[in-house]
């Protein structure tokens, strides 16, 4: 496996979806390949770091609109 | 309503009991995840929830409201850009998983269809605002533009060189430079914890075509990502 294969296998990779033989030959190319390394620490961290990020905040007055549409709907009796 | 509230009591507690078992993930270069969770927020009580809401108890929906209504403003908001429209797309998405509740079949878990729900509205919205701009069935690009020539690295971890305040105006600066359709498939996917199946069910979209809309997207915000970091912070 090459530079270019390990780069566009990197999601599959990340993701645990490669099969086993190809996963043996990506791993033995990052272990002689420190460039590839680097790429996939920051593919991997590029997830993380989005996938962690603290929630938007929903601001007050949207949450008391959401909630106040919600409870007038809710008290509407639903058919059978 | 006494055993409604007991209901959502216990569940709370039992949530509480779940967290504590659950420390946050920590996946490692080493250790790639062979058997991804769907989810990372399903918890098991959830049914319980839907059930009692299903039957008319709004305070079991109020429940379900309270649990997911700042994560589902996340994804509006990540998808529209707009503050106006994601909250219009908010609101939306909760007045018609309540009046569709009944219809609900659970073959999959009540987050991931009220996901789908909210990301339909909000990719609504923004076909609407920017009608150029999207659509889910243009031709997949090749990875060549995203593929680095050199790669150099982000030196000390990133997230101890950066407030948390600053790190989320960095990324929320990049992921609003990503694509639309690219950028639906990473939240979707990476950011809301859909599983591939989940994501191509929700954008109408085949797997293979989620896949190779995620391997671009997250090739794009890392490329994206490290000009930031090499720049030490301007972007």
């Known amino acids: ?80 | 309503m006494a055993c409604a509230i007991l209901v959502v009591r216990s569940i709370q507690t039992g949530l509480l009991a779940n967290l504590a078992g659950n420390p946050a993930k920590a996946r490692t270069l080493s250790t790639p995840n062979p058997h991804r969770l769907p989810s990372k927020i399903a918890r098991e009580d959830e049914h319980l929830l839907v059930a009692a809401a299903k039957s008319g108890d709004a305070a079991a929906f109020e429940e379900l409201v309270n649990r997911y209504e700042r994560k589902i403003f996340r994804l509006t908001m990540n998808i529209t850009r707009n503050r106006e429209d994601a909250e219009d797309a908010l609101q939306d998405a909760f007045m018609k998983a309540y009046s569709h509740l009944g219809g609900f079949q659970e073959d999959s878990r009540f987050y991931t269809w009220l996901v789908r729900i909210a990301a339909n509205e909000a990719l609504m919205r923004l076909r609407k605002r920017r009608p150029n701009q999207f659509s889910l069935d243009e031709p997949i690009e090749s990875e060549d533009d995203v593929i680095p020539q050199e790669i150099e690295d982000w030196g000390p971890s990133p997230e101890q060189r950066y407030a948390q305040t600053e790190m989320r105006e960095i990324l929320d600066g990049v992921i609003d430079q990503l694509q639309p359709d690219f950028r639906v498939t990473f939240l979707l996917r990476d950011v809301e914890g859909l599983s591939t199946e989940e994501t191509a069910e929700a954008l109408g979209i085949s797997e293979a075509a989620v896949k190779s809309r995620l391997l671009r997207a997250r090739l794009k915000l890392r490329q994206k990502l490290d000009r930031v970091f090499r720049q030490g912070g301007a972007h």
């Open chain 1, 1 to 80: 496996m090459n530079c270019d294969a390990v780069m566009r296998s990197v999601s599959s990779y990340i993701d645990g979806e490669l099969g086993i033989a190809i996963r043996e030959e990506f791993e033995v190319h990052l272990k002689a390949c420190k460039d590839c390394t680097i790429f996939v620490q920051q593919t991997k961290f590029t997830v993380d770091i989005f996938s962690s990020a603290e929630l938007t905040d929903l601001p007050a007055e949207a949450r008391s609109r959401l909630h106040e549409k919600l409870r007038r709907m809710t008290q509407i009796p639903k058919r059978p």
